[in-house]
């Protein structure tokens, strides 16, 4: 069964860093776009970063500098290094991927929490 696996996360002082990822097991599939999307309490799925296969990445204005996503495409896993975090960033967080072939998958979703 394919799926996707977040790890990380968890809760940070304003201004401090932390970092998620995502793995596609099992990981031996060709993938095509990976994305990082997030969800506050009480408001829509909004996306964070677009990571494409060419190499390119879109970040979300409220990210954009203190966000860096990445991508292993040999081990089929992503990471979103989150610096200078805010409480707005405080939401759930979802990675995707698209399998071409296969299909469309979310991960589980894991919590990032700034306060002080």
């Known amino acids: 069964q394919v799926q996707l696996v977040e790890s990380g996360g968890g809760d940070v002082q304003p201004g401090g860093s932390l970092r998620v990822a995502c793995a596609l097991q099992?990981?031996?599939?060709?993938?095509?776009?990976m994305d990082w999307h997030r969800q506050a309490p009480g408001q829509q799925r909004q996306w964070v970063a677009i990571l494409n296969s060419g190499g390119t990445t879109t970040y979300a204005d409220s990210v954009k500098g203190r966000f860096i996503a990445t991508r292993d495409s040999n081990k089929n896993t992503m990471y979103l290094q989150m610096n200078s975090l805010k409480p707005e960033d405080t939401a759930v967080y979802y990675c995707y991927m698209a399998v071409p072939g296969l299909g469309n998958y979310w991960g589980q979703g894991i919590q990032v929490t700034v306060s002080s």
């Open positions: 099992p990981s031996a599939f060709s993938v095509s776009t």
